[in-house]
């Protein structure tokens, strides 16, 4: 009924028991501009990724634009490109906090995952429990692009997703031994 004139007739809302049930009659006419409640709908939920991903941290920035890169080009950004594009966006947010971001992507070792949701379902999930490579900006941009890519669960996504796309980044501490 999306986009389109529609005319509804309650025929009852409750039986004899005093249970309601709603039973009504629709009748669909013509095409409308005035009723694109979905369009409406996903102009919102773009709105408001895009808010998210304005304020996300430097860690989804850098996974973000490690899998938009890949996808769109089948290039991966290498570290430099990588802390360069998050640098930019880092100091215009915070100028005196950057400096300690960097130093966490770069001189960090450690294990990291890459989620990727879409419309709220799970798209891709990716990580390392332990470093595979020589700072957390290396793992998650590998990671970024093997959750997006080559999760064996999930098709590639494609460029037509990335604007619904919601990523999450968690970087692992060192492993602790447990008692069982």
Same mark, same amino acid.
């Given at each position: +009924?999306?986009?389109?004139?529609?005319?509804?007739?309650?025929?009852?809302?409750?039986? *004899?028991?005093?249970?309601?049930?709603? =039973?009504?009659?629709?009748? &669909?006419?013509?095409?409308?501009?005035?009723?694109?409640?979905?369009?409406?709908? +996903?102009?919102?939920?773009? !709105?408001?990724?895009?808010?998210? !991903?304005?304020?996300?941290?430097?860690y989804v920035k850098l996974? %973000?634009?490690s899998l938009e890169s890949? =996808?769109?080009?089948?290039?991966? =950004?290498?570290?430099?490109?990588?802390?360069?594009? *998050? /640098?930019?966006? /880092?100091?215009?947010?915070?100028?005196?906090?950057?400096?300690?971001?960097? #130093?966490?992507?770069?001189?960090?070792?450690?294990?990291a995952f890459v989620s $990727?949701?879409?419309?709220?379902?799970? %798209?891709?999930?990716?990580?390392?429990?332990?470093?595979?490579?020589?700072? *957390?900006?290396?793992? $998650? =941009?590998? #990671?970024? &692009?093997?959750?997006?890519?080559?999760?064996?669960?999930? /098709?590639?996504?494609?460029?037509?997703?990335?604007?619904? +796309?919601? $990523? #999450?980044?968690?970087?692992?501490?060192? @492993? /602790? @031994?447990?008692?069982?």
């Amino acid at each position: +009924l999306d986009g389109c004139v529609v005319e509804a007739k309650q025929l009852s809302h409750e039986d *004899v028991t005093g249970v309601g049930y709603g =039973i009504c009659t629709f009748h &669909v006419g013509s095409k409308t501009d005035d009723r694109k409640f979905l369009e409406c709908y +996903l102009d919102r939920k773009k !709105q408001e990724l895009q808010r998210r !991903q304005d304020q996300s941290d430097a860690y989804v920035k850098l996974a %973000r634009k490690s899998l938009e890169s890949y =996808i769109l080009s089948g290039r991966q =950004i290498d570290l430099a490109d990588g802390l360069e594009y *998050v /640098e930019i966006l /880092e100091k215009q947010r915070d100028p005196d906090k950057y400096p300690k971001i960097r #130093n966490e992507l770069t001189d960090t070792r450690a294990g990291a995952f890459v989620s $990727i949701h879409e419309h709220g379902r799970l %798209r891709g999930c990716i990580g390392t429990i332990l470093p595979t490579t020589d700072c *957390v900006a290396e793992e $998650i =941009i590998q #990671n970024a &692009v093997s959750a997006s890519t080559r999760d064996p669960r999930f /098709e590639p996504i494609t460029a037509e997703e990335l604007p619904w +796309l919601e $990523i #999450n980044v968690d970087v692992l501490g060192a @492993p /602790e @031994p447990i008692s069982g």
